[in-house]
């Protein structure tokens, strides 16, 4: 019953949030900003223009609501007893999204999680402040650098490769083909600041941050900082065909805990896969993802090629990260390969049919060499612009790993059911 009342709770926050969206928005977009319905599939770092709308102090308020029906197996060598798990439904997860424009050219973005399988009570993901124009300084101040120019301050997702504009989080899954996000899932919000730089289909980034997860002012001497950039190309060759490179960095020297590939606290898609009998959702909520250990030094690189011709799309990652925890004297390194090709048909090409291999070889903590690989076949169909389901199969398999794990010989499938509200 409690939770059943906190269902209806969320759903309840979420019409009433559209309805004032509504209301208030008067048919406007915002400037310089990334749609959260089906506009914003293949966008990747907010677009750049010189467009003004600013009147006033306008608030946008929008969300998001998932939910899944998940009928996966499992199994493993049988040296450690694995959970039983069946079909069923999956928490529903919901996002609430406040952007607020304060200023013409300066916004604010502000995410929470109402309910997500790691925090079924509400949270702050986090936000940023976005500026685009200097005018609040004086009229027209450094116009024309600032016609090319984006400042990002907050603490913020931030922006190292492009498969995080893919993945889902937590419950705006509308831009994610698949239901689950990659095995080594590339994801932070820091505290910091990045300054882009787009023009003429060239994109520049760079940026710093305190290297910290939670924040606090705890322990001084345990800090450190990250660094941030990118390069790339992204270009509307023609009518039916577009182009993308783009070539990432993230760098923490020494941080007290480096969380690049375990900061995602809403969990993974894919319910107690390879978890044991103990494991709850809360608890285990990464089941399924690979996080290589690297605690406290990593440097990272991620390459992301994207192509997209009429209906057909492909996407590509090539990853690899290298450093250490602080009990160890030796960098081990991890690397990531997928590739994602997608098309789309119908009018305004309202269905799709993908497919996604993944693959992680790493030298793990434990010593052992593993290598992870991923299959997924998916379908969907946008009901609307705002409504999305997809149906995936999935296929996940482990190696490398001793005798006395979980993962030794592990490997689940099965299919996903996942619908998608967002506005």
Same mark, same amino acid.
């Given at each position: 019953?409690?939770?059943?009342?906190?269902?209806?709770?969320?759903?309840?926050?979420?019409?009433?949030?559209?309805?004032?969206?509504?209301?208030?928005?008067?048919?406007?977009?915002?400037?310089?900003?990334?749609?959260?319905?089906?506009?914003?599939?293949?966008?990747?770092?907010?677009?750049?223009?010189?467009?003004?709308?600013?009147?006033?102090?306008?608030?946008?308020?929008?969300?998001?609501?998932?939910?899944?029906?998940?009928?996966?197996?499992? @199994?493993?060598?049988?040296?450690?007893?694995?959970?039983?798990?069946?079909?069923?439904?999956?928490?529903?997860?919901?996002?609430?999204?406040?952007?607020?424009?304060?200023?013409?050219?300066?916004?604010?973005?502000?995410?929470?999680?109402?309910?997500?399988?790691?925090?079924?009570?509400?949270?702050?993901?986090?936000?940023?402040?976005?500026?685009?124009?200097?005018?609040?300084?004086?009229?027209?101040?450094?116009?024309?650098?600032?016609?090319?120019?984006?400042?990002?301050?907050?603490?913020? @997702?931030?922006?190292?490769?492009?498969?995080?504009?893919?993945?889902?989080?937590?419950?705006? =899954?509308?831009?994610?083909?698949?239901?689950?996000?990659?095995?080594?899932?590339?994801?932070?919000?820091?505290?910091?600041?990045?300054?882009?730089?787009?023009?003429?289909?060239?994109?520049?980034?760079?940026?710093?941050?305190?290297?910290?997860?939670?924040?606090?002012?705890?322990?001084?001497?345990?800090?450190?900082?990250?660094?941030?950039?990118?390069?790339?190309?992204?270009?509307?060759?023609?009518?039916?065909?577009?182009?993308?490179?783009?070539?990432?960095?993230?760098?923490?020297?020494?941080?007290?805990?480096?969380?690049?590939?375990?900061?995602?606290?809403?969990?993974?898609?894919?319910?107690?896969?390879?978890?044991?009998?103990?494991?709850?959702?809360?608890?285990?909520?990464?089941?399924?993802?690979?996080?290589?250990?690297?605690?406290? @030094?990593?440097?990272?690189?991620?390459?992301?090629?994207?192509?997209?011709?009429?209906?057909? @799309?492909?996407?590509?990652?090539?990853?690899?990260?290298?450093?250490? =925890?602080?009990?160890?004297?030796?960098?081990?390194?991890?690397?990531?390969?997928?590739?994602?090709?997608?098309?789309?048909?119908?009018?305004?090409?309202?269905?799709?049919?993908?497919?996604?291999?993944?693959?992680?070889?790493?030298?793990?903590?434990?010593?052992?060499?593993?290598?992870?690989?991923?299959?997924?076949?998916? =379908?969907?169909?946008?009901?609307?612009?705002?409504?999305?389901?997809?149906?995936?199969?999935?296929?996940?398999?482990?190696?490398?790993?001793?005798?006395?794990?979980?993962?030794?010989?592990?490997?689940?499938?099965?299919?996903?059911?996942?619908?998608?509200?967002?506005?």
């Amino acid at each position: 019953m409690k939770r059943a009342f906190k269902l209806v709770s969320i759903f309840l926050v979420l019409m009433i949030s559209y309805s004032l969206s509504s209301q208030n928005k008067s048919k406007r977009d915002l400037d310089n900003y990334r749609q959260p319905d089906k506009r914003g599939i293949n966008v990747f770092e907010a677009p750049k223009d010189t467009i003004t709308s600013f009147n006033d102090v306008y608030v946008r308020i929008g969300g998001q609501s998932t939910l899944q029906y998940q009928d996966l197996s499992h @199994e493993n060598s049988g040296a450690v007893e694995l959970k039983e798990i069946g079909g069923n439904f999956n928490l529903a997860t919901a996002n609430l999204d406040i952007d607020v424009v304060l200023y013409d050219g300066v916004r604010m973005h502000l995410r929470t999680y109402l309910s997500s399988r790691h925090h079924p009570e509400p949270y702050v993901k986090g936000g940023y402040l976005q500026i685009d124009k200097l005018d609040f300084i004086s009229e027209g101040f450094m116009e024309d650098f600032m016609n090319y120019t984006t400042l990002k301050v907050g603490h913020m @997702e931030n922006n190292y490769g492009d498969a995080h504009f893919r993945r889902s989080d937590n419950a705006q =899954a509308i831009y994610n083909p698949f239901a689950g996000n990659l095995i080594m899932d590339a994801f932070t919000t820091e505290v910091g600041a990045e300054l882009y730089y787009q023009r003429n289909g060239f994109l520049g980034m760079v940026g710093f941050t305190n290297g910290k997860l939670n924040q606090d002012v705890a322990n001084p001497d345990t800090g450190g900082a990250s660094f941030l950039a990118k390069i790339g190309y992204d270009k509307q060759i023609n009518d039916d065909l577009r182009f993308r490179l783009t070539g990432s960095l993230y760098n923490t020297g020494a941080v007290r805990s480096s969380y690049l590939y375990s900061a995602d606290r809403a969990g993974s898609r894919y319910y107690f896969v390879l978890e044991d009998t103990d494991a709850t959702a809360k608890a285990n909520f990464r089941s399924g993802r690979y996080n290589p250990s690297l605690r406290n @030094e990593i440097t990272a690189f991620m390459f992301n090629p994207f192509v997209k011709y009429k209906g057909l @799309e492909f996407f590509g990652t090539y990853e690899s990260a290298t450093g250490k =925890a602080n009990s160890e004297t030796d960098d081990r390194t991890a690397t990531q390969l997928a590739g994602e090709l997608i098309y789309r048909f119908g009018q305004n090409e309202k269905f799709y049919l993908g497919t996604r291999y993944n693959k992680v070889d790493s030298e793990d903590i434990s010593g052992d060499d593993i290598e992870i690989t991923r299959f997924n076949v998916a =379908a969907g169909w946008f009901l609307t612009k705002n409504i999305m389901a997809k149906l995936e199969y999935v296929t996940q398999k482990h190696d490398g790993y001793s005798s006395g794990s979980i993962f030794d010989e592990g490997q689940f499938d099965g299919l996903m059911l996942e619908t998608v509200i967002s506005f």
